[in-house]
């Protein structure tokens, strides 16, 4: 126990004259592998790409929840085609002389689904008289921005109300 590279075991003993020569131990280091995600928060929406980054070995495995999504290669780079909420991605790494490490961190997914908002507005059949007031109502998102004609009406709040009495034709 507690070996390191370099030192030589021996053991006394003899057999007539003959005295055995020290047998000597190679004990290479252990991997240090880092290990990074293209989205540092791992926070993302349904349908994003991230890609998974690992150094400070030879060869890398990922695993996807405890299960081995690429052999030990020489490739540091893992881009999965598809992550769920909740999915964990770790790294294993190894040197070429086998020894190997998992990585002290790992990247748990939150993947939202995107927003589907819908609008509805005050007029039922859409005809309304110059400076009428009407109301926009959306629904199906946190955040919501209006835009008249590609103009945006104000940054986006929470507020799913949109009133105007200042629409043009056109």
Do not use: K, W
Not at 68 to 78: K, V
Not at 121 to 139: H, W, Y
């Amino acid at each position: 126990t507690g070996l390191t590279n370099g030192q030589v075991i021996s053991v006394s003993g003899t057999a007539g004259a003959c005295t055995p020569s020290g047998l000597s131990v190679v004990v290479h280091p252990l991997p240090l592998p880092v290990f990074t995600c293209s989205d540092p928060d791992t926070s993302i929406c349904e349908g994003d790409l991230v890609s998974f980054t690992a150094s400070g070995a030879d060869m890398y495995a990922y695993f996807l929840n405890g299960v081995q999504l690429t052999p030990f290669s020489g490739i540091p780079i893992y881009n999965p085609d598809s992550l769920n909420n909740g999915d964990v991605v770790t790294l294993e790494a190894q040197t070429t002389f086998g020894c190997s490490r998992q990585s002290s961190n790992n990247f748990t997914l939150e993947v939202r689904p995107y927003p589907i908002p819908t609008l509805s507005c005050s007029d039922a059949d859409l005809t309304l008289c110059a400076g009428d007031s009407i109301q926009f109502f959306a629904q199906g998102a946190d955040l919501y921005e209006f835009f008249v004609t590609g103009a945006s009406q104000g940054p986006a709040s929470n507020d799913s109300v949109f009133t105007s009495n200042g629409l043009t034709t056109g």
